[in-house]
């Protein structure tokens, strides 16, 4: 009789066991799908142009510009007021996270012909 006892004990302490060890890896899980909620795509400033000039990401998608170029350059929104960088010396980087749908035109205020669009899709 208490050897059975004893033998149900250790059956229920794994169970638990077992169970903790699935909740702890479930509780490490969430970090990484936080993560890629809010994936980031970089753009490198390189040769006066930007590279890729034209991507199409989804709504939340951060955007992070790294200047390669020894010159300065902006990622400027056409329209003036979406996202601006100011000027990016050397290997410095902006970071924008879209959060509404369409077309982004932008552009180096610096060097003007220097163009790129950022298509948000919901
Ligand atoms: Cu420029």
């Known amino acids: 009789m208490r050897r059975i006892i004893l033998l149900m004990a250790v ?4 169970v638990v066991g077992t169970l903790f060890v699935v909740s702890a890896a479930g509780a490490h899980k969430h970090p ?34 790294i200047n390669k170029d020894s010159t300065a350059h902006t990622a400027t929104a056409n329209n003036g007021r979406s996202f601006d960088s100011g000027r990016l010396g050397k290997g410095q980087r902006y970071t924008h996270t879209f959060k509404s749908a369409g077309k982004k035109p932008y552009h180096c205020e610096i060097h003007t012909d220097m163009k790129g669009t950022i298509t948000v899709k919901r």
Do not use: C, D, E, Y
């Open 11 to 14: 059956a229920a302490l794994v």
């Open 32 to 65: 990484t799908a936080m993560a890629q909620k809010h994936p980031t795509r970089k753009v490198s400033i390189q040769n006066f142009s930007f590279k890729p000039a034209h991507i199409t990401i989804k709504r939340g998608t951060r955007v992070r510009w």
